[in-house]
């Protein structure tokens, strides 16, 4: 943001209850910076996850609804991406259903800052991108 005179409106960024972000998504929503949330869906690596398990049977939802539901009311713009029509069509349905405040805390409480895709400020990680 120093270096511009237009903050930017969206800032896209791996965002789920295990890489939880608190203070990144306060600043955001204090500067109007939308969140898009990558891999909100963990890359399916934390579906299966006791307290997700037991949420989705609560909620009579997937794994994976609950997270997307999770980002939603957490106010993130959540894209989840997958090649099976099932999985598209299961994605759709959360709408329907709104998690209560004691269980968004639980996943809240999941924070482990688990990164399905690599630190961004890992030098490894940089050093890996091809130079555009």
Not at 22 to 46: R, S, V
């Amino acid at each position: 943001m120093k270096g511009s005179n237009v903050p930017p409106s969206v800032n896209q960024v791996e965002f789920n209850p295990f890489l939880h972000q608190k203070e990144l998504l306060d600043f955001c929503n204090g500067q109007g910076i939308a969140i898009e949330a990558y891999a909100p869906l963990t890359t399916g690596n934390k579906l299966k996850h006791p307290v997700l398990l037991e949420l989705s049977q609560a909620y009579s939802k997937s794994p994976a609804q609950v997270l997307l539901r999770w980002g939603l009311q957490r106010d993130l713009i959540v894209l989840p991406r997958s090649s099976k029509t099932e999985r598209i069509s299961e994605n759709i349905h959360v709408f329907d259903f709104e998690i209560s405040g004691k269980d968004m805390a639980r996943l809240d409480a999941l924070n482990e800052n688990f990164r399905a895709h690599g630190n961004p400020n890992d030098p490894d990680l940089i050093r890996s991108l091809p130079n555009w």
